[in-house]
């Protein structure tokens, strides 16, 4: 009884002393009260692949204590973007090979599938926003909400109204490459865009302003990032000599720059281009020409695009921008698989 009361007077002693920490909220708080079943920091593992224009890229890595890292890379190039059931197969050997058989997928759509708009919506909508984003998606993307596969993220709030952006791609395009999967004994958790994921890569690096561009297959796609939000998205066709290539390009990247602050970071990750395109942009100031090792994840990302990349970063980074376009933009503690497993 003695050692009970003593337990219990301890115990009294000491939980002001607990419960004052546990309000501070401050790091040490957060080491002494952390919970393994916190999912900014539980261990999770994550199979990415970036569907591109000419082949695919899967990469595999996982996430301890919040810190991510790769374990494993694999590329497959195609004759434009792959076939379903090739990709399907292809996949499932590189799983195989990389010893990661069961994890569940996420896919990054390629610019050129995904429609993206930023637009704003009073406060007034805020609890009901999957509701009014499906009922208005007609009139923000060229689909109508069950056409769609989409999602939305909330970039800033002011006192006028909160500024959203919407992601969506059209489900018909989409949905033959789960099938395939889901034959394949794949669970599928998330579908995003290779923009948001190239975003969370330069956020997760620092760069809260900067462009993105990415050449690869004959066209070029590209995202601008000011304060870690997305404020516009573009994509075309490179055609003509190298001469009106490098042009298209410093034009395209001259009018993206405007407005920004001269200390803009240009980030460009160039694949099957001539050294002559190269040198011409690399006559623009802030130009960065980027590839995986420049993100540090080491000699296990050798393969993997930075399309890729930036969709692991997307799923298992706790401070990533975290879209998942099989929500429709419900949220939910534990979004649901595409798999053909009941």
């Known amino acids: 009884m003695k ?19 546990r309000q501070a909220g401050g790091k040490a708080g957060k080491v002494l009260f952390f919970s393994l079943g916190d999912e900014a920091i539980s261990p999770r593992r994550s199979l990415c692949v970036s569907l591109e224009k000419g082949g695919f890229s899967a990469v595999c890595g996982r996430r ?9 890379s694999r590329a497959f190039p195609f004759q ?12 499932d050997l590189a799983a195989k090979e990389m010893g990661v058989s069961g994890v569940a997928v996420s896919i990054a759509l390629p610019k050129a599938w995904t429609v993206i708009k930023t637009f704003n919506l ?3 909508v805020k609890q009901n926003l999957p509701e009014v984003l499906s009922y208005e998606m007609d009139r923000i993307t060229p689909f109508s909400s069950d056409e769609a596969l989409y999602d939305f ?7 006028e109204g909160m500024h959203i952006v919407v992601v969506a791609a059209k489900a018909e395009m989409v949905l033959p490459y789960l099938e395939a999967l889901a034959e394949r004994g794949f669970q599928v958790e998330r579908v995003t865009s290779t923009v948001s994921g190239a975003g969370n890569l ?11 561009l990415e050449i690869s297959g004959g066209e070029y796609s590209g995202v601008v990032y000011a304060d870690g939000m997305i404020t516009a998205s573009f994509s075309r ?17 001259e009018t993206r720059n405007q407005g920004l602050g001269k200390e803009t970071k240009i980030l460009v990750s160039v694949r099957e281009q001539s050294n002559a395109v190269i040198e011409r942009l690399r006559g623009l100031r802030g130009v960065m020409f980027v590839k995986s090792s420049d993100f540090g994840f080491g000699s296990s990302a050798a393969d993997a695009s930075l399309s890729s990349l930036g969709c692991l970063v997307e799923s298992l980074w706790p401070k990533a921008m975290s879209l998942n376009l099989l929500m429709k933009g419900y949220r939910e503690k534990k979004r649901p698989a595409f798999s053909s497993r009941g």
């Not at 007077?9 to 000491?14: C, E, G, H, K, V």
């Not at 301890?64 to 494993?72: E, I, P, Y």
């Open 237 to 253: 066709s490179l055609a003509g000599d190298d001469a009106a290539k490098g042009d298209l390009l410093v034009s395209e990247l």
């Open 202 to 212: 330069c956020l997760r690096s620092g760069w809260k302003d900067c462009i993105f």
């Open 64 to 72: 301890v204590l919040s810190r991510v890292s790769v374990s494993g």
């Open 122 to 124: 009073p406060h007034s």
């Open 80 to 91: 434009g973007y792959p076939d379903p059931a090739d990709f399907a197969s292809s996949l």
């Open 3 to 21: 050692t009970l009361a003593g337990l219990r007077a301890l115990s009294t002693q000491f939980s002001p002393f607990w419960e004052r920490l």
């Open 153 to 159: 993220e909330i970039l800033k709030e002011t006192e």
